[in-house]
């Protein structure tokens, strides 16, 4: 995008997220394989235009990097449609195999064949951080995926349309494999899906994820599931641990009446198995089985195989291109310059909790604390985890049985670290990721590589719009830490309460503050859910707050028109309304509009940069601005 566009047509005094960007919106095409452009997304393009041709290059020159060609080798095999087709036969034996299970004595025996051979299973189990110890892991366990994005969405207008488009879907694709009863296995399907939507937690539920530490005792487990979940756990980790975090107890709860028609779940394991599988058959495969991921996004087409092929291999080696990313382009001097502002922004922050005026001492001093504890990851990780080596695979194989076999190792890896120490040099974001983020089990923050490029960052920027742009994404992931989950979390990364009663008390009245100052804004004919994305907006708030103040201390009293630009510009996003709405449902992000015009209006630095008055659409009453860190 054109960053010097900015509209004439509208006055920034009324609306500074289209005097910014409107010009460029109005513009701005939405590719046809895409829901939305601009942004990040933009930024995103950009970084795998640039891998794409690196890759393409390396196909027949391939690099010197071991790891690097096994994902570069992976991304021929996708390339390569013709050998594609030939794992046909792979996906119809493991569908047949399910017609051996008939109930659940057959299911009970083949568990942990089916787990350890990537079956949908009619839970999901997996290991993390123990959130209230995060020196070790703990086995979770959840309910299975709906089939349409958020529960809430069962109850609303759209739910029937969109599930024929899935069922439909599932009947050409069915058709096509030559699979018999595919009405009924359809109607088992989405009667079972119906099912888990009543049991499984919704988007708002999830958001509250303080909420998933559920522990329950391994046997009491057992009892509400099935006796044969001890035999499964046992298989996969040598023994069993004395407890089980439950995501959501509802489903537990709930799981023997989910599971009362066996048959239903065989057949949702089938289709399952089916849709997630297809694609790696053929481009034309691909097509059919993204035509409900469309239907919901809005998108026009399928993406190029191209860029199939670099996302795929990406689930994989994201870390080793990652780092292969970061080396070739991203300098030293960006880095130094970067920690520079990172260090400016937690000293910043550091300060502001000092001279806090809402909380007392004792809890100021434990949020001081969790700050200077506070890990920090900029650019790439120094040494490409180890797992990423045990990714080998036969590329004589087809497409499907390598990914099905890589899906095994990265399965196995990671439930082998269930009795292991907790290893928090660890990254959660590869270098080439355009995005950052705050792990509250780890109390780290990571800003990869791909992300510290304009709009965000350029060393060509002035240093106030690199504060409006990175100052404040760096601010906002600080600011995680202190956000209604993070709050409740302790610089070690674990579930407990540092404030006193009466702090904890104020804190709680600001974050209602904040979610009754987003809830019911409206987009696109829908709403933002003030709950939802409470969190993030937050984060926001701290993220502007916490730049304004690190800009004050290296450039006092500057001129902060080109900062609160730059903060509306890093938001410019055109999206699909079908994308806008199902973001308002699931997405705890605010929208890209609210999050530029919405939370500038609660500083008064923004009022005195543009000399905004009552009369201007931006203006916000005093008593309704909200700054909480
Ligand atoms: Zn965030």
Redesign the pocket.
Known sequence: MNSNELNSNVRLEDDLYNYVNGEWIAKAKIPADQSSTGGFIDLRNGVEKILLKDFKKMLTKPSKDELLNRAVTLFGKVLDEKSRLTGLNYLLDKVNYLDSIKDEANFATALYYLYSHNYPLPFNIGVTEDMKDATKYSLILAGPSTILPDTTMYNSPNAAPLLNVYKDMVLTILAKLGISNANELIDKTLQFDMKISKIVKSSEEWADYIKCYNPYDFNKVCELLTPAFANLVVSCYGKAPEKVIIFDPKFLDNYHELMADFSDYLAWAKVNLIVSNVSYLSEEYRNLAGTYARAISGAKKMSSVDKFAYRLVNQYYDEVIGVYYGKKYFGEEAKADVISIVKNLVESYKIRLQENTWLSKATIDKAITKLDKMEIKIGYPDKIADKYYSYVYSPNQSLLEIIDHLTSIVVSYSDAKLYQPVDRTLWVMSGNTVNA??NPSFNDITFPAAILQAPFYSINQSIEENYGGIGCVIG??IS?AFDNNGAQMDELGNINNWWTEADYKNFQTKTQAMIEQFDGLPLEGAKVNGKLSV??NI?DNGGVTSSLASIERIKPNCDLKPFFINYARIWCTKARPEYTKLLLTVD??GPAYYRANMQVRNFPEFYKAFNIKETDKMYLDPAKRIIIW
Do not use: F, P, R, T
Request: aromatic share 10%; with cysteine; hydrophobic share 20%.
């Open positions: 983020c705050y906002h992931e995680h969190s993030e984060a705890v992000h």
